[in-house]
């Protein structure tokens, strides 16, 4: 099976690392990998891609180096582009309508989405992880909302995020506060699902659920994914779950190959051999 041709980007690295994942590496060490608006935008259109690609069924992020996952967003770099917005009488320029990364303000995401932590994790880098469906961190790892301390405010979808995963009282301490917190403290409020020692290879972690999640079907594990966030963004339970089993994507996954290859398999006792979904034709007739 051939790897799709992967897009051309400046910020980051990107790779195949098992079949049917796609890593993303952040690529600014230097810069705790803090993501100025260029950066911000080509993960914007990666993540873009990987929704569309087909081979694609699972994406890892992570940041290079040993020092941090991601910093946030480039301070120095964003204070610049405001400033020649202002004197250009316009605004915009630095966040995709997606979020931080492509990801913490998407809507509807497919692909289940991995966050590899490997140090610093602040900021747009926590509204990120916020956004994730399944985090690895190291043990020295620190996550944190700090914006308030710089006069900003977690306006990429974090505060929305983090106050529906805590009890109120525990999110406002944080975002109000904007101090760091660990992966062990995050571990214990359930934001991060392993804490691995400081020499483990998070990549490789994360690559583990990885492997568990691209052996099921990719129909029924984008259709689950759906399912949840629905649950999440709509205030009843039972009309999120009719809207959902409504959609074109249950439409497909009814009428996919993989439902008839999981049941065939189950029945004769034969490990499932699962292939590329179907692609998404909405209502206007467009591909996803």
């Known amino acids: 099976m051939s790897s799709p041709q992967l897009p051309k980007v400046n910020t980051l690295l990107l790779s195949i690392p098992e079949p049917h994942v796609l890593l993303i590496t952040i690529n600014r060490p230097k810069n705790f990998n803090s993501l100025n608006p260029e950066a911000n935008w080509e993960m914007h259109r990666v993540v873009d891609w990987a929704e569309a690609e087909d ?61 590899a932590v490997n140090g610093y994790s602040l900021g747009g880098g926590t509204e990120m ?71 483990a290879n998070v990549v490789e972690a994360a690559l583990e659920y990885a492997r568990t999640i691209t052996k099921n079907s990719p129909d029924a594990v984008m259709l689950t994914k759906q399912g949840l966030l629905l649950a999440l963004e709509r205030d009843s339970v039972t009309k999120a779950t009719k809207e959902w089993l409504d959609s074109d994507e249950a439409t497909v996954w009814r009428n996919g190959e993989n439902l008839t290859i999981g049941l065939r398999a189950f029945a004769t006792k034969q490990k499932p051999q699962y292939q590329n979904p179907a692609p998404i034709i909405k209502k206007h007739g467009s591909k996803l």
Do not use: M
């Open 129 to 199: 992880c916020l956004a994730s469906d399944i985090v690895v961190a190291t043990q020295r790892s620190k996550f944190g909302l700090p914006e308030v301390k710089q006069g900003l405010t977690a306006a990429s979808g974090g505060l929305a995020r983090i106050v529906r995963s805590l009890p109120y009282q525990v999110a406002a301490e944080l975002v109000l506060t904007g101090r760091f917190f660990d992966a062990q403290e995050a571990y214990s409020y359930g934001l991060v699902n392993k804490v691995i020692p400081n020499d």
């Open 55 to 115: 081979s694609i069924w699972c994406i890892i992020i992570t940041g290079q180096g040993d020092k941090a996952y991601c910093a946030g967003f480039d301070l120095v770099t964003g204070h610049h582009q405001r400033a020649e917005n202002k004197a250009k009488n316009s605004v915009g320029g630095e966040s995709p309508s997606s979020g931080f990364g492509g990801i913490s303000n998407r809507n509807q995401a497919r692909k289940p989405v991995i966050s």
